[in-house]
C-alpha cells in the first residue's frame, strides 16, 4: 500500500520504511476457499490467524522497529485509518524516539476509546459503510475477526465499496487496490482502548492529513478527532493539512502527500 508513497520520498531524498504489522504482509492468510472458484461456506469457519492479534501487539511490534530506526535518525511516524491507533500507541510508550506523528484520516481517540465507540457518533453518520456488511463471510465473534469478500464480482457490492473508500479513482485502479488488500482484520484491534495520553503522546509534534472525499471515515469526524486532541493538549495542536481526495484516493495522490511530509519539521 505504501510503496507509490515510498517511492516519492525516495525521490526527494528520504529514507522510509513500511512496517507489516502481525499478521500482514507476507503473513496473512490467503486460505484456497477464498481462491477462485471460491468456497464461501469452508471459509466462513475458516479459523483466522488474526483471532488472537491484539492493538498491543501493533504496538509491541512497532515500538521495536521504531527503536531500532531511531539509531539512524529522527523517526516520524506515519499512519492512516486503522492504522491511527497503532501510531498512537506507539507515541503513548515512546514519546521520546518519535519526532513527530502524521494521521492521514486515522483513528485518534481522545474522548471515545476506540473506533467502534466513534462511529455510534453523529460526526460519522455521512459514511457508505453500511451496504458493505453484506461482504462479510462468517460470524465476527467467533473468527475473532471482520472477513470481507474483497474477491466478490457482486457488481453491486464493487460499487458500494468504490463510493466508500475509493470514489475518485478509476475502475481499473480500484480493482488494483482491492487485489492487495487481505479479507481479515482483528475485532480486538479494533475494540481495544485507543485513547491518546497526554502526558506522553500528547507531547509530540503532530500532524493531521485531511481528506476531503473520505465516505469511510467522513471529513466531520476527522474534524472532531482534531478538534479534541487539540483541547486536550492546546500548547500542542495538530498541523493540519487538506487534501480533496477519498479514503484510499491519497495512495493515488503520493506526490501530494510525499511533498506534505518532505516539508514537515522535525
Known amino acids: 500500500m505504501w510503496a507509490p508513497v515510498q517511492r516519492e520520498l525516495a525521490l526527494l531524498g528520504h529514507r522510509s520504511y513500511a512496517v507489516d504489522l502481525p499478521g500482514h504482509g507476507l503473513d496473512a492468510q490467503y486460505p484456497v476457499a477464498y481462491q477462485a472458484p471460491q468456497d464461501l461456506d469452508a471459509w466462513a469457519v475458516e479459523p483466522s490467524t488474526l483471532g488472537g492479534v491484539t492493538l498491543q501487539d501493533n504496538v509491541d511490534l512497532v515500538v521495536d522497529v521504531v527503536r531500532r530506526l531511531a539509531e539512524h535518525g529522527p523517526v516520524v511516524l506515519v499512519g492512516a ?18 519526532s513527530r506523528l502524521v494521521y492521514i484520516s ?3 481517540c481522545v474522548q471515545r476509546s476506540n473506533p467502534i465507540e466513534y462511529m455510534q457518533e453523529p460526526e460519522f453518520a455521512d459514511n457508505l459503510m453500511a451496504p458493505l456488511y453484506a461482504l462479510n463471510v462468517g460470524d465476527p465473534s467467533q473468527l475473532g475477526a471482520g472477513r470481507a469478500n474483497y ?4 457488481p ?5 465499496l468504490k463510493a466508500a473508500t475509493m470514489a475518485d479513482v478509476s475502475d481499473e485502479q480500484f480493482r488494483a487496490f482491492l487485489n492487495i488488500l487481505q479479507p ?21 509534534a503532530r500532524t493531521y492529513i485531511r481528506l476531503t472525499e473520505d465516505r469511510s471515515l467522513p471529513v466531520a469526524m476527522q474534524d472532531r478527532l482534531i478538534a479534541e ?22 495512495v493515488f495522490r503520493a506526490g501530494e502527500v510525499a511533498a506534505i511530509l518532505d516539508k514537515l519539521t522535525i
Open 81 to 98: 485509518s486503522l492504522g491511527g491507533t497503532t501510531i498512537t500507541g506507539v507515541g503513548n510508550t515512546i514519546p521520546e524516539l518519535v
Open 106 to 108: 486515522a483513528w485518534s
Open 151 to 154: 474477491r466478490t464480482a457482486d
Open 156 to 160: 453491486a457490492l464493487l460499487a458500494a
Open 184 to 204: 481479515d482484520e482483528s475485532i480486538a484491534v479494533m475494540m481495544a482502548n485507543a485513547r491518546v495520553q497526554a502526558d506522553t503522546w500528547g507531547t509530540i
Open 229 to 250: 486532541a487539540n483541547a486536550l493538549t492546546p500548547d500542542n495542536p495538530y498541523d493540519v493539512h487538506t487534501l480533496d481526495t477519498s479514503h484510499v484516493g491519497f
